[in-house]
């Protein structure tokens, strides 16, 4: 059955027709990059999320990206806009998941169904990291799969560009770099951006490496047409008001003279601490003595602290109590009113509509944002009182906030109106210098390509000094780590990471960098802060806290303070900080082992299953990865390729370091099947506890690898992806390749090998970085780690040379294969050519990101994880 017109199933949805910029973007068939210039309270969230349910959902048109990524740019009340979202669909009566990615514990279905639609929502922070391979909040091996799912097969949906500061800029270069990989390199998936705003100014996005699209996006902008500008919200009254009023007990006397009781009054502010100090005074002001008690004044309004320094339990609250469209109706408000005391937080993304806005003096695009949040209805009308300069600007600079009171000046004397339509005329009579400096956009720092390359590399820094990316986030000394409260001993060097247990997004609490800094200082002993190490996989206490990056998750002891439930973020509460109970989850969970078992290099979770052997593992992961190729119509030679390299990826884990591991006694009870050696999957109660003690730091996919490159050379020594293009080099440089022993001998009939001399040199090479990578955490580098070195082995990451593989059994194409005794060696791991095994694993992967760029790169390592991870929670009859 064919679906039904757009705009009678919009109608449906939402339940309002839609606007003519609404219909006539859901009607258009094709997605690519879009500009819109929508005026706040005109729908722009239905209007760009129920094109993408149509067309990618309903009509299944695989023209459109799999995946909706809605990225804002703050994080509070991402949670109003996906019950939003989930009521469409239900009302749609369509399935599709709704991931909120906030930090801590995320549900990672997402990730592991790469084929089905999935709409994501998250801040700037968490998704422009993920963008550039370094996800906030991510344990570092699972950086590469958002990575890779973000950066193909996705439509970015960037709301209220106006407040994204350089982040809007780092979009627009990846939105670059994308399209040129998808010309000159491999385009699997398409990806494209759709950026939108009230104030939105094409030269915002006008970077060196996407200017030259932007004109055709300009003229083809969503805009709502002049002849429509007119009646319902467009003529909505708000007068506008110009006050000296500044100081904090001033505008709380404002605010409580100008207060209309049973109404919403709202007043928002640029700091967090000034919009900390306004509510305190409001309170006081509230409140009386009689005798020691402190009691409310008759008739005092209800008052409500919004900020971002919050943490995810708090929030939550909010939308359902006090910051939605039906909370703010009148027959919901206290017969005395309500107002609420915010920061520049409800700028974007929050639906509510007030009576009275009193705001600090910003940039014209936050004030018109603003303005945007007092009656917005139709059918309302409203007052606006924008204030005076404060003593310090920041944090915004000066010539932002001289121009916007220039405009709010004359704006009040030549229409004394702040509606849509006043806005949308007084800027049409505005000269080119004052529209020039009122959207004034010149970002900090912009991403170069080489920059995005460089990222493709995730191998651990052992300096401590990984790349920060934050600076193509935000600008600034204020991003953000991300801080959370529990009951640990605070004189602990180290605190297991058992112990911490899950962390998750309700726990959460964003912080500036530079506060934190102070606040460990602002203790004469220090106040103890804990990062997750990652070699390790231990919470160590952070001895130089300037070196803490942006992006960080940080653990406190609750005796720290630092936090209450009324005023958020508080460096000056001494009092222990209540944890957040985090929500029950289930005990066994792929995507939970995923993500646990990210966080450590050690950590092999995910081996944790029921009992499988290797062969049957890589059988069911390629049919799992098979299906997800179908899904996607990938091209059949690359599905074939993806086939293999999930039959191969965890053939090293018949090295005896793996098999070891797995009690003898718990294999003894399995009976047949748990007496092999040569097992990929045994249940939790099988091991013998945490890690490899004969080698710690042991990674089997590294032995994957080796093994693949060892069973090839003894089939085909001279293989093009060997020493095919290498030997007259080694032979001029006086080192002639070794000669094989000829027991060494692999017949090239032999099913495995057969299939391995069948590829081409990059076929090879990808086959073997996606082996390797299966796991995130050996990837590009193959380097000793800390544990290689404390061992005094002289191997890399628990792998040494002239280890040996048993023989053992492996999925072949058809059917499984014996695989003969093999021996590792590291020399791919050295620079150069080797003589055995031609190009380096440096060299390999250099010429597999100049070949398919590292966004297809990233995207099909993702692919094969996703199977995998599918395939281990799978119990084998």
Not at 705 to 722: C, E, F, I, S, T
Request: glycine share 8%; hydrophobic share 45%; net charge negative.
């Amino acid at each position: 059955m064919p679906p039904p017109p757009y705009a009678a199933w919009f109608e449906t949805v939402t339940r309002f027709p839609p606007h003519g910029w609404q219909r006539a973007l859901g009607e258009a068939t094709q997605c690519g990059h879009r500009l819109l210039r929508i005026p706040t309270g005109f729908g722009k969230t239905a209007g760009v999320v129920l094109p993408w349910l149509y067309h990618r959902v309903l009509r299944e048109d695989l023209g459109w990206p799999t995946r909706l990524v809605f990225c804002f740019p703050m994080r509070t009340l991402v949670e109003q806009t996906e019950t939003a979202i989930k009521a469409w669909l239900e009302r749609s009566g369509l399935s599709v998941a709704v991931h909120v990615l906030m930090g801590g514990v995320e549900a990672q279905r997402w990730e592991l169904a790469p084929e089905q639609p999935a709409i994501l929502l998250g801040t700037q922070d968490m998704l422009l990291s993920r963008a550039m391979n370094r996800g906030y909040g991510a344990g570092r091996a699972r950086w590469p799969m958002p990575f890779g799912l973000v950066s193909q097969d996705a439509l970015w949906v960037l709301d209220e560009i106006q407040l994204m500061d350089v982040g809007l800029a780092t979009s627009a270069q990846l939105a670059a770099f994308r399209d040129h990989d998808a010309t000159e390199r491999q385009r699997l998936r398409p990806t494209q951006a759709w950026w939108m705003s009230a104030t939105l100014q094409p030269r915002w996005i006008e970077t060196v490496d996407f200017r030259g699209q932007v004109p055709a996006l300009d003229e083809q902008a969503v805009r709502i047409p002049e002849a429509e500008r007119q009646g319902g919200l467009w003529e909505v009254s708000k007068s506008i008001d110009l006050r000296d009023a500044s100081a904090e007990a001033d505008v709380a006397k404002l605010a409580l003279e100008k207060h209309w009781p049973g109404t919403l009054s709202l007043i928002v502010v640029n700091q967090v601490q000034r919009a900390v100090d306004i509510f305190q005074a409001l309170d006081d002001r509230c409140h009386e003595r009689k005798g020691k008690t402190r009691v409310r004044r008759p008739g005092a309004p209800e008052l409500k602290l919004v900020h971002s320094r919050f943490r995810g339990a708090e929030r939550a609250q909010w939308s359902r109590e006090f910051l939605s469209r039906a909370a703010s109706r009148p027959d919901a408000l206290p017969a005395e009113g309500r107002i609420l005391v915010a920061t520049q937080v409800v700028e974007a993304g929050v639906d509510i509509s007030a009576r009275l806005l009193i705001t600090d003096l910003a940039p014209w695009s936050s004030l018109v944002q603003r303005f945007g949040r007092c009656a917005r209805y139709e059918g309302e009308s409203g007052a606006i009182v924008v204030l005076g300069k404060t003593k310090t600007a920041a944090p915004y600079a000066e010539a932002e906030l001289d121009a916007a009171a220039e405009a709010a000046a004359a704006l009040a004397r030549s229409a004394g109106d702040a509606s849509p339509r006043a806005i949308d005329a007084f800027e049409q009579a505005c000269g080119p210098d004052l529209l020039g400096r009122l959207y004034r956009y010149a970002p900090a720092h912009v991403l170069r390509r080489r920059d995005v390359d460089e990222l493709f590399d995730t191998t651990p820094d052992l300096t401590g000094s990984d790349l920060d990316v934050g600076r193509y986030i935000r600008s600034g000394e204020d991003r953000d780590v991300r801080v959370f409260w529990r009951p640990v001993d605070p004189a602990s060097k180290s605190v297991p990471r058992e112990q911490v247990g899950r962390v998750h997004r309700a726990e959460l609490c964003p912080v500036p960098v530079r506060d934190l800094r102070d606040f460990v200082r602002a203790d004469r002993r220090g106040r103890p802060v804990f990062a997750l190490d990652y070699v390790l996989g231990t919470y160590r206490r952070v001895d130089e806290v300037d070196r803490i990056p942006p992006g960080s998750t940080l653990l406190l002891p609750s005796s720290a303070g630092g936090y209450t439930e009324d005023l958020g973020w508080n460096p000056k509460a001494s009092a222990d900080v209540v944890p957040v109970v985090p929500p029950a989850e289930p005990a066994e969970s792929a995507a939970l082992r995923l993500d646990q078992s990210a966080e450590a290099a050690e950590d092999d979770s995910l081996s944790q299953a029921a009992w499988k052997s290797i062969a049957t593992h890589g059988r069911e992961t390629a049919e799992e990865l098979r299906g997800i190729a179908t899904a996607l119509r990938l091209p059949a030679r690359l599905a074939d390729l993806l086939d293999l390299a999930a039959r191969w990826h965890d053939a090293g884990k018949a090295h005896a370091v793996f098999q070891d591991a797995i009690r003898q006694d718990a294999r003894a009870e399995a009976g047949e099947l748990g007496l092999r050696r040569d097992l990929a999957k045994a249940p939790r109660g099988a091991w013998t506890g945490k890690g490899y003690p004969t080698r710690p730091g042991f990674r089997h996919e590294l032995a994957s690898v080796l093994a693949l490159l060892a069973l090839l050379r003894r089939a085909d020594p001279q293989h093009a992806a060997l020493l095919g293009g290498s030997a007259e080099l080694l032979a001029a440089l006086g080192e002639p390749p070794p000669a094989a022993p000829p027991e060494a001998s692999i017949d090239r009939s032999h099913p495995l090998a057969h299939e391995l001399a069948a590829l081409s040199e990059e076929e090879l090479n990808l086959v073997a970085f996606l082996v390797c990578a299966h796991h995130g955490k050996v990837r590009t580098a193959w380097t000793s780690t800390p544990l290689d070195q404390a061992e005094g082995h002289g191997g890399i990451h628990g792998v040494c040379e002239d280890d040996a593989l048993a023989p053992f059994e492996l999925a072949a194409a058809d059917g499984d294969a014996p695989v003969p005794s093999l021996t590792l060696s590291l020399e791919p791991a050295a620079l150069g050519v080797g003589a055995r095994f031609g190009a380096s694993w440096g060299e390999r992967v250099s010429g597999l990101l100049e070949a398919w760029g590292p966004f297809a790169l990233a995207y099909l390592e993702a692919l094969l994880r996703a199977a995998d991870a599918r395939a281990s929670i799978d119990a084998t009859s």
